[in-house]
């Protein structure tokens, strides 16, 4: 079942209590703001070490007990022409006292920028999800990538690139996957301080093909605080016996601080 994680509303919304604790630290331009997908170059004027962290908590009482749980961090510094960036995340629904959704994220990631709007890039993400028939899965993937527009309206990032992965399964069993992997992200600009995002990444292998996709509208409020409304998809195209379902959504609105 298509799982909802709102961190500053979750409809519909039971009569009683509700409380929402929603904080995000990010020294991120918009333009690097991303996720993983076909991250734009840092900007010139970008500082050497930035972090950025979210939480978000939702909790719901009446007909039926709900509470949702989701966290996110991630740290970027710059040496010359490498971009290091490490990322971690944890998302958990629980109704009733039952969960019904648990997933943890852990990646890291290189990138070297070649003269003009060429760059490769290495990345390694370990992910484990309850209730996606998988105990965890070891992903590393390296390649190419150019930088098609570089804005100041538009901004869009492709890239492209042979991996390694390595599923364990619920039951013990495991398997080892060569992956062909391709990924883009674009960002527009379409007024002063406010941004749309689209990201996409599909990965494809002999057993399945799991397509991953980002939108977002940010709007600035002020200097420091922006409010950003976004849904993320999932999709696994051949999910492993006991998986709850082959998609994945998250929809959320969150509030930003930047510094």
Request: net charge negative; charged share 20%.
């Amino acid at each position: 079942m298509p799982r909802l994680i709102a961190t500053a509303t979750q409809t519909p919304v039971l009569s009683a209590a509700t409380t929402l604790l929603c904080l995000l630290f990010s020294s991120l331009s918009p333009a690097q703001d991303s996720l993983f997908y076909a991250p734009p170059a840092p900007q010139d004027d970008a500082p050497e070490f930035t972090g950025q962290a979210e939480l978000g908590y939702t909790s719901l009482s009446g007909n039926t007990d709900s509470s949702t749980l989701l966290a996110k961090g991630r740290l970027t510094w710059l040496t010359g022409r490498w971009t290091h960036t490490l990322r971690a995340e944890t998302r958990k629904v629980e109704e009733n006292d039952n969960a019904s959704a648990e997933q943890y994220l852990l990646g890291g990631r290189e990138r070297y920028d070649l003269e003009g709007p060429h760059y490769l890039f290495g990345f390694t993400r370990w992910e484990k999800d309850r209730f996606s028939g998988y105990d965890y899965q070891f992903t590393t993937i390296a390649g190419y990538g150019r930088q098609l527009l570089a804005g100041p309206d538009h901004i869009l990032s492709l890239e492209a690139g042979p991996g390694y992965r390595h599923d364990e399964l619920d039951n013990g069993e495991g398997s080892d996957l060569a992956v062909g992997y391709g990924a883009l992200d674009y960002q527009w600009n379409f007024s002063e301080g406010s941004t749309f995002q689209q990201e996409l990444s599909v990965e494809g292998t002999r057993q399945n093909v799991t397509t991953r996709t980002f939108s977002a509208v940010t709007a600035q409020l002020n200097a420091h605080l922006a409010l950003r409304l976004s849904h993320e998809i999932e999709r696994n195209s051949q999910p492993p016996e006991g998986a709850n379902s082959n998609t994945d959504r998250t929809t959320a609105a969150s509030l930003l601080y930047r510094w």
